[in-house]
């Protein structure tokens, strides 16, 4: 699904991804743990395809395809959804508008007929179920007002709703109370599926004790300096990130 | 045209209307006469002056504008899909700045609500008339306000009595025909809303055909203690159009007015709104929007006057301005000495979708009270990069990623529409114009 090969990116002058490799194959959920500034949402906005990054080396491969010469909305409509940190509010248009907008982009170009108002409203209101999100909101302006936990809701219904093969969750626990925290998780949990692989982003271990992945990789300084099973999370949580910081840590 | 010779064309026009108008009362002819004195001697706004920095009257003044000579050809009912008009609804019909009682319809009306026009309620000579025309309006000291005052002769007369809560909208309609000779017309209208009562006005302003016209439009309303209302201004001129527009409130205890300006057309543009919160807890709320496209120049004044304590007010104004238009943006707040526990909050949000458009914004705050809450804000700027790229990531193309966030940018005014059926004609408007497609429950 996707490969990562020797990954270098710098923002300005600065390298911030310094040699990733990483494998992910279909129906595979791998966590990217890691200190602040070590690289994480990096990774992520480059798989998206932001702007502003510059990549120096390496390659991604998505499904056998050269994911770095694709636009973010091609991305998108291949399949490559990210779940924002920190989500745009959009004054004048709601949730229900822009995704629709969004669904609607997709199945275009998958070759699938474009949805009206009444199919579109009856998937939203299945979808939003999922997220336990109330139907209010879906018709208020995007994001303008939403609580954090809100917000992140919103983000796990639009992925229900694009229904993408690579979910990348960019620190979808931050901000979050337990409650929410449980919501999400079990949004995610649920979108789970042999054909569509997930890279969860997360600073804490307590967001894996709900989405449980079959991979862990440690993030330090632009590199991944050490990969497990899950069992990796608890170390971390018991050990902090500290031991993993002296060089020769990552070659264990 | 000359200064003088510009002068002396509206005195003309002055004489002329005023020798046709002897079955008006003679306080009438009083007022009309102070006013043209006014005129005379504050003239069209020099350029440069303080209150007409960004906007040259130039273009309005050098042309010797006629008052029209009846209807001209036929208005159908088209007009009222231009003018956003929900045709269930009561409505007064202007064209050309004179009453239309073929396109009017006065069926909806609750008993005791007055609405009519201005010459017909000057004729009868309705006492309020006397008590209230040119109260709120400074003639003296507003160029535009005077030459209206100076030249009015028809426009909406609406009275709703005490304690009448109106459930529908009235809607009063100025069009603007283009006939052989550029045209003027000076709609003059009076709001008065008793103690207690709630009422919506929706004035639409709308141009036909593509010839050159200048209509100076000035409203006055008074609302009395505990009243709410609902005010639009919605001004759809024709390209060549030349409009100012002046509103000019004044509320009483507890009131609350809720004021949407939003700019559509016209190719120069001024519009003041002033409300002076003249009673204790009174509050308005004014939502403006306003799109510019070519070389189109719309100049936006708004004045805030807390004049007693605990006024509230709440100003968000938007502007999308593309080709080499111009938006200008002057939102004026005085707190008075007295006005303790004010709270004004005034924002002002400009998208320039060109490298050519121009915005020019200016928040004047001028306090005298020492317990207030004031605050302002003011952007100019592109689209979001942020935005766009959240968008573009589920799958949106670059274009159409930017005209849903300034579709977006628009409707966040448009939103606040609080007559169903006037937003979504504005929706559908707005829709259009930036290129998105028409979907029902957004």
Known sequence: MLEIKNLRVKVGEKEILRGINLTVAAGEVHAIMGPNGSGKSTLAHVLAGRENYQVTAGEVRYNGKDLLAMSPEQRARDGVFLAFQYPVEIPGVSTTYFLKAALNAVRKHRGQEELDAMDFLTLIKEKINLVEMDQVLINRPLNEGFSGGEKKRNEILQMAVLDPRLAILDETDSGLDIDALRIVAGGVNALRRPDRSMLVITHYQRLLNYIVPDFIHVLFDGRIVKSGAKELALELESKGYDWLKSPAAGLS | ?442
């Open chain 2, 1 to 442: 045209m000359e200064a003088l010779e510009r002068m002396e064309h509206y005195r003309s026009l002055f004489r002329q209307s005023y020798d046709d108008a002897g079955a008006f009362p003679s306080w009438f002819g009083r007022l009309r006469e102070s006013a043209i004195e006014s005129f005379t001697r504050l003239g069209f706004p020099a350029p440069g002056s303080e209150e007409w920095k960004y906007t040259s009257v130039d273009p309005i003044a050098s042309v010797p504008f006629v008052h029209a000579n009846g209807e001209g050809k036929a208005v159908t009912g088209d007009i009222f899909a231009a003018a956003f008009v929900d045709e269930a609804c009561a409505r007064l019909v202007f064209v050309n700045g004179a009453y239309s009682a073929r396109l009017s319809s006065l069926s909806e009306l609750p008993a005791g609500v007055r609405v009519a026009g201005l010459r017909a309620a000057l004729a009868a000579n309705d006492p309020v008339l006397e008590m209230r025309l040119g109260r709120a309006a400074r003639f003296r000291e507003q160029p535009f306000v005077a030459l209206n005052t100076a030249l009015m002769e028809d426009g909406a007369v609406v009275l709703v009595p005490e304690g009448c809560r109106m459930a529908a909208p009235i809607y009063l309609v100025f069009v603007s025909l283009a006939q052989e000779q550029p045209l003027q017309s000076q709609p003059r209208n009076l709001v008065v809303l008793g103690a207690g009562s709630e009422a919506a006005i929706v004035e639409c302003y709308v141009g036909i055909e593509a010839g050159n016209y200048f209509t100076n439009a000035v409203t006055e309303l008074f609302a009395a203690e505990d009243a709410v209302v609902d005010y639009y201004r919605i001004q759809r001129e024709a390209a060549r159009g030349f409009h100012v527009g002046a509103l000019e409130a004044r509320l009483s205890d507890r009131c609350s007015l809720t004021a949407h300006a939003i700019t559509l057309g016209g190719s120069l543009v001024r519009n003041d709104l002033r409300v002076v919160l003249d009673g204790e807890g009174a509050e308005c709320v004014l939502n403006g929007l306003y799109l510019a496209d070519g070389d189109r120049h719309v100049d936006n004044h708004t004045e805030i006057e807390h004049a007693k304590p605990r006024t509230r007010s709440l100003e968000l104004y938007k502007g999308v301005l593309s080709g080499s238009a111009r938006g200008v943006f002057n939102g004026k707040i005085i707190v008075h000495k007295d006005a303790q526990k004010t709270d004004a909050r005034q924002t002002n949000k400009n998208l320039l979708l060109s490298d050519r458009a121009v915005a020019n914004s200016k928040p004047q705050l001028e306090i005298y009270a020492d317990d207030v809450k004031c605050s302002h804000g003011s952007t100019i700027g592109q689209l979001d990069r942020d935005a766009l790229f959240y968008l573009r990531s589920r799958g949106l193309a670059p274009d159409d990623a930017r005209s849903l966030l300034s579709y977006a940018f628009a409707r966040d005014v448009v939103g606040r529409v609080k007559i169903p059926a006037l937003k979504e004609r504005l929706d559908d408007y707005l829709a259009i114009c930036f290129d998105r497609k028409r979907e029902p429950g957004r």
